[in-house]
């Protein structure tokens, strides 16, 4: 994922609807994120439906269990 190149914006028909993504569960886990990836093609910036999806992380930000449970509290 090293290699994924993060766009300002990209054309929208290039994004994935992550609605179309289909991993056999019963695959090995990395063989699982391997295809996710695969299949996602930038797991960083794509769709969901009508809407776009764009994740970003800061470096020395909180991390994503920690903002799971700010929104749940």
Known sequence: MQNIEIRKEPAQPTLV????VAV????????????FVRQIKNPYHFKCGKFTVRA??????????????????
Do not use: H, M, Y
């Open 17 to 20: 609807d992550i609605r179309d």
């Open 24 to 35: 056999d569960k019963k695959l090995p886990r990395e063989e699982r994120v391997a295809e």
């Open 56 to 73: 970003s992380f800061a470096a020395n930000g909180g991390t994503i269990e920690d903002c799971i449970k700010g929104i749940i509290r």
